[in-house]
């Protein structure tokens, strides 16, 4: 809602007129992107909340929870711990009009928006709510720049910091969430947060809506069959996706027995009680990296990214279409894609190049 | 004694950068050069200084090299603490960091920097930028904003596209408050010629250092609006051999960032 308290971005910003008006409108005519902060409970209160398993392959994850139209959150960060393995079954399975919330990432936004642009009747991407989209040192993202100068998908801008309290709104189950940033920079114009006064000192305070995606998908290190996880190295905004989302996909490289997330209880990051699906899957996150169990694969990096590089340089959808068709479309499933690009060798070379971290299973 | 030919530009931002760190602070750093500043302050004159790395560790000890990714592996190596994005933006908003490395496309006078898109308008964006990732919550909250840039007359404008990251916004005395955010705000800005700090008078950006052999008015020459001159501009510092051995053996053994040809975005 505009009460009309802003900073003073609105008299030195030089965006033009119709770009605020029509930002100012997304804030004043506000809507949640997916569920509103009620609905999410009411999702919540009507879950079962016994101790049931919930193991089950990431294809029948995916059949029982992806619909067209709905908001996906992703957890991981830019290349790490990213939930490429439950990816990667969506794009096959097929989903459009997504919503699609992160912090920072790579090869996901990038998979869905290569698969948007080959088979545009297959996957689509309605609107992104983001910090960031790049490949850090690979470089800049080119579907990215592609869609976004194409005028293909709707943004909605914030910081890594942004993305993050919106998610841990959701979790909190608080339909907003007060931060010290935005205000003053051009965010504040054309984002759906909003300034105010504090009504207890007084001081302009940006807020941000809550952000409650209708699903999260999560990789981890561990998980027991119910969906208690451990997580080891960056929690990313893990924890606060799981909780903040109507429901949870959580793929795991390891299941570990519930006696072991007993004996520490203090190492579970999500409860049980906010996943809706285990789904036990080996190198889950590859390309990208999980602390403990592998290293990035930036060979994979590379190569796929390349392929869009030439793409929008050149308009010619010819190689990236035969990647979707030989690596999605070409495979049943993660371990035969896997098995099709990497030999055993390459897999212990990954797994060396971690280095060791110190995770607990037991 | 080092000649400056000797010296690559990205070894001349890293030594300045880490020259610009006080020792026992919080240096929040993104990928790449900022942690081999941070890394080659420790070396030398900071021996306290500690890393947040914003997938969410503090003080972590890179002793297996350069990490590729903020959130990589790496990164967490010997923390002290880990936990995730949440965790050490709150730390910095509470006011437990003290530096901000962030980079950006575009900076105007009073240390405002994009780094969301060039051309066209917002909606339509001739040249997309991944946005802000955690730089826009950096220079809200941390306490003092180094951006590091490349001194070109394009990029050194009257104003920016679109403030992603806020500087010192119109240049007024309270544009800060009144946006609500934390920080003090621009404390340096480091190129491969120049240093430049901010007048406290003006908050405008004002050329502390340039390089040997390059003079005030050649520096002016690269940017776009009229830099205030310091009282005692002075030459940068030129690293001795004892600061390259650091920074190409401990700070970036694989040259991965030091050994670059051209300045990236």
């Given at each position: 809602?505009e009460?009309?308290?802003?900073s003073?971005i609105v008299?030195?910003s030089?965006?033009?007129?119709?770009?605020v008006?029509?930002?100012k409108k997304?804030?004043?005519?506000?809507?949640y992107?997916g569920?509103?902060?009620?609905e999410a409970?009411q999702?919540a209160a009507a879950k079962?909340?016994s101790?049931?398993?919930?193991t089950?392959?990431?294809q029948?994850a995916?059949e029982k929870?992806?619909?067209?139209g709905?908001?996906?959150g992703f957890?991981?960060?830019?290349n790490?711990?990213?939930?490429t393995?439950?990816?990667?079954?969506i794009?096959?399975?097929?989903v459009?009009?997504?919503?699609?919330?992160?912090?920072?990432h790579?090869?996901c936004?990038e998979?869905?928006?290569?698969a948007?642009?080959?088979y545009p009747e297959?996957?689509?991407?309605?609107r992104?709510e983001?910090?960031?989209?790049g490949?850090?040192?690979i470089?800049i993202?080119?579907l990215?720049?592609?869609?976004?100068?194409?005028e293909?998908i709707?943004?909605?801008?914030y910081?890594n910091?942004?993305i993050a309290a919106?998610?841990?709104?959701?979790?909190m189950?608080?339909?907003?969430i007060?931060v010290?940033e935005?205000?003053?920079?051009?965010m504040?114009l054309?984002?759906?947060g909003?300034?105010?006064?504090c009504?207890f000192?007084?001081?302009n305070t940006?807020?941000?809506?809550a952000?409650?995606?209708?699903l999260?998908?999560v990789h981890v290190?561990?998980a027991?069959?119910?969906?208690?996880?451990r997580?080891f190295?960056?929690?990313?905004t893990?924890?606060e996706?799981?909780q903040?989302a109507?429901h949870t996909i959580l793929s795991?490289?390891t299941?570990i027995d519930?006696?072991?997330?007993r004996r520490?209880?203090n190492?579970?990051e999500?409860?049980?009680l906010?996943?809706?699906?285990?789904?036990?899957?080996?190198?889950?996150?590859?390309?990208?990296?999980?602390y403990?169990?592998?290293w990035f694969?930036m060979k994979q990096?590379l190569?796929f990214?390349?392929?869009c590089?030439e793409?929008?340089k050149?308009?010619?959808k010819d190689?990236l279409?035969?990647?979707?068709?030989?690596?999605?479309?070409g495979?049943d499933?993660w371990?035969?894609l896997?098995?099709?690009?990497?030999s055993p060798?390459?897999l212990?070379?990954?797994?060396?190049?971690?280095?060791g971290?110190?995770?607990?299973?037991? | 004694?080092?000649s400056l030919?000797d010296?690559?530009?990205?070894e001349m931002?890293?030594?300045?950068?880490?020259?610009?760190?006080?020792?026992?602070?919080?240096?929040f750093v993104?990928t790449g050069?900022p942690?081999i500043?941070?890394?080659?302050?420790?070396?030398?004159h900071?021996?306290?200084?500690?890393?947040?790395?914003?997938?969410?560790?503090?003080?972590?000890?890179l002793?297996?090299?350069m990490?590729?990714?903020v959130?990589?592996t790496?990164?967490?190596?010997n923390?002290?603490?880990?936990k995730g994005?949440c965790?050490?933006?709150e730390?910095?908003?509470?006011g437990?960091?003290d530096?901000?490395f962030i980079?950006?496309?575009q900076i105007?006078m009073?240390?405002?920097?994009?780094s969301t898109y060039?051309?066209?308008?917002?909606?339509?964006?001739k040249?997309?930028?991944p946005?802000?990732?955690?730089?826009?919550?950096m220079?809200?909250?941390?306490?003092?904003?180094i951006a590091?840039m490349?001194l070109?007359?394009?990029?050194f404008?009257k104003?920016?596209d679109?403030?992603t990251?806020?500087g010192f916004g119109d240049g007024?005395?309270?544009y800060?408050e009144k946006a609500?955010?934390?920080g003090?705000?621009?404390?340096r800005?480091i190129?491969n010629?120049?240093l430049?700090?901010?007048d406290e008078?003006t908050?405008?950006?004002?050329?502390?250092?340039?390089?040997?052999g390059?003079?005030p008015?050649?520096?002016q020459?690269?940017v776009d609006?009229?830099?205030l001159?310091a009282p005692?501009v002075?030459?940068?510092?030129i690293?001795?051999?004892h600061d390259?051995?650091?920074l190409r053996?401990k700070c970036?053994?694989?040259?991965?960032f030091l050994?670059?040809k051209?300045?990236?975005?």
């Amino acid at each position: 809602m505009e009460k009309g308290v802003h900073s003073k971005i609105v008299s030195w910003s030089v965006l033009d007129k119709e770009t605020v008006a029509k930002q100012k409108k997304r804030k004043t005519d506000f809507q949640y992107w997916g569920p509103t902060p009620k609905e999410a409970r009411q999702v919540a209160a009507a879950k079962n909340k016994s101790l049931i398993s919930k193991t089950m392959s990431i294809q029948q994850a995916v059949e029982k929870y992806v619909k067209d139209g709905m908001h996906i959150g992703f957890g991981g960060f830019v290349n790490t711990r990213v939930p490429t393995a439950i990816l990667w079954h969506i794009i096959k399975k097929g989903v459009k009009d997504l919503t699609l919330t992160f912090t920072s990432h790579s090869i996901c936004p990038e998979w869905i928006a290569g698969a948007m642009l080959v088979y545009p009747e297959h996957v689509s991407i309605k609107r992104v709510e983001l910090a960031w989209w790049g490949y850090e040192i690979i470089g800049i993202a080119p579907l990215l720049r592609y869609l976004a100068a194409n005028e293909m998908i709707e943004m909605d801008d914030y910081t890594n910091y942004g993305i993050a309290a919106r998610f841990k709104a959701g979790a909190m189950g608080i339909p907003f969430i007060p931060v010290r940033e935005n205000g003053g920079s051009d965010m504040e114009l054309v984002n759906r947060g909003t300034m105010i006064q504090c009504p207890f000192s007084g001081e302009n305070t940006y807020i941000l809506p809550a952000c409650n995606p209708d699903l999260g998908i999560v990789h981890v290190q561990a998980a027991d069959k119910y969906g208690n996880a451990r997580i080891f190295g960056p929690l990313c905004t893990c924890p606060e996706i799981s909780q903040a989302a109507a429901h949870t996909i959580l793929s795991c490289e390891t299941i570990i027995d519930n006696t072991a997330i007993r004996r520490y209880p203090n190492l579970t990051e999500i409860p049980y009680l906010v996943v809706d699906a285990v789904c036990e899957q080996k190198f889950g996150s590859w390309p990208g990296a999980v602390y403990g169990e592998y290293w990035f694969d930036m060979k994979q990096f590379l190569n796929f990214r390349s392929l869009c590089e030439e793409f929008h340089k050149t308009g010619n959808k010819d190689k990236l279409k035969a990647y979707y068709d030989e690596y999605f479309f070409g495979c049943d499933t993660w371990d035969d894609l896997i098995a099709k690009i990497l030999s055993p060798d390459q897999l212990v070379d990954l797994r060396k190049q971690d280095g060791g971290q110190p995770v607990i299973l037991s | 004694m080092v000649s400056l030919a000797d010296v690559s530009p990205y070894e001349m931002i890293a030594f300045t950068g880490s020259r610009a760190l006080e020792d026992n602070t919080i240096v929040f750093v993104g990928t790449g050069l900022p942690i081999i500043a941070a890394m080659h302050a420790q070396l030398t004159h900071a021996p306290n200084v500690n890393l947040i790395f914003e997938s969410g560790s503090l003080a972590s000890i890179l002793d297996q090299g350069m990490p590729m990714s903020v959130g990589d592996t790496r990164c967490f190596r010997n923390a002290v603490f880990a936990k995730g994005l949440c965790a050490v933006f709150e730390l910095t908003q509470r006011g437990y960091a003290d530096y901000a490395f962030i980079g950006g496309a575009q900076i105007d006078m009073y240390g405002n920097v994009c780094s969301t898109y060039q051309g066209g308008s917002y909606l339509k964006p001739k040249v997309r930028f991944p946005g802000s990732g955690g730089a826009g919550a950096m220079a809200a909250n941390c306490e003092k904003t180094i951006a590091i840039m490349a001194l070109e007359k394009r990029r050194f404008i009257k104003q920016v596209d679109f403030i992603t990251s806020i500087g010192f916004g119109d240049g007024s005395s309270d544009y800060r408050e009144k946006a609500g955010v934390m920080g003090k705000g621009p404390y340096r800005v480091i190129t491969n010629q120049a240093l430049f700090g901010f007048d406290e008078e003006t908050r405008r950006m004002m050329l502390l250092e340039y390089l040997p052999g390059k003079s005030p008015e050649a520096i002016q020459e690269l940017v776009d609006f009229e830099l205030l001159m310091a009282p005692q501009v002075r030459e940068m510092a030129i690293p001795t051999e004892h600061d390259l051995m650091l920074l190409r053996t401990k700070c970036d053994p694989e040259g991965f960032f030091l050994g670059r040809k051209i300045v990236e975005q």
